[in-house]
């Protein structure tokens, strides 16, 4: 995901700078920062949430693997943290194949699916 840049460059961003920039609502920042343990924005004194261009990043990360990959939460944590490695290359991979590749592999995925079945019986 390309990097937001703002209009005026500064060290730190308030949420209402941020929500516009990233083009997300307040409540879905503070949320997900309950969710993703990569996104902890400072707070002031005054007790407001600070972002840095590091936290505006992650949060283009994690809104391109909602939005755009359609990760579920858990899903874009674990690829966050790096335990879904292998699902970031697969995903990567899959807009590589072409059409006849990509029969043969969901005909793959079928057989592996009716055996697994048969398996659990």
Do not use: C, H
Request: net charge positive; proline share 2%; glycine share 4%.
């Amino acid at each position: 995901m390309p990097k937001v840049q703002p209009k005026v460059k500064k060290l730190y961003y308030s949420i209402g700078e941020v929500s516009e920039l990233t083009q997300l609502k307040s409540y879905v920042l503070r949320y997900w920062e309950t969710e993703f343990s990569q996104l902890k924005p400072t707070k002031n004194r005054a007790g407001n949430r600070t972002y840095r261009q590091k936290d505006i990043d992650v949060i283009l990360n994690i809104k391109d693997l909602l939005y755009n990959n359609k990760y579920t939460i858990e899903g874009a944590r674990s690829v966050l943290n790096g335990k879904n490695k292998q699902l970031g290359k697969m995903s990567s991979i899959k807009t590589d194949l072409n059409d006849k590749q990509k029969i043969i592999l969901d005909k793959i995925k079928e057989d592996l699916k009716l055996i697994l079945s048969i398996i659990n019986k």
